[in-house]
Nanobody, 118 residues
């Protein structure tokens, strides 16, 4: 069973950038679509971006469109989320997961905390 480990979070000022990584271990997710999610305190987990297994297509939530970019390097078994022009409302714990039929399918990892100060 694939295990996903998120990294790259941190504290950044508004307008700054961060690059998150999602690494798979135990198996590969090279044949799977992968999504990035986030959960802010007191809110439900929401889907931020999804990428196809070949990296040929991606989708974004309206709230991050034009600011975030999802990509993947299957040779490294890793999916990335480049986050630019960060806003305080982007503050959340970010998670990745395998997607099947548009819903998260695998186990959730620990996530990585992103905090954007104003």
């Amino acid at each position: 069973q694939v295990q996903l480990v998120e990294s790259g979070g941190g504290l950044v000022q508004a307008g700054g950038s961060l690059r998150l990584s999602c690494a798979a271990s135990g198996s590969t997710f090279n044949m799977d679509n992968v999504g990035w999610f986030r959960q802010a305190p007191g809110k439900e987990r929401e889907l931020v971006a999804t990428i196809g297994w070949l990296g040929s297509w991606s989708t974004y939530a309206d709230s991050v469109k034009g600011r975030f970019t999802i990509s993947r390097e299957n040779a490294k078994n890793t999916v990335f989320l480049q986050m630019d022009s960060l806003k305080p409302e982007d503050t959340a714990v970010y998670y990745c997961n395998i997607m099947q039929s548009g819903v998260p399918f695998g186990s959730w990892g620990q996530g990585t905390q992103v905090t954007v100060s104003s």
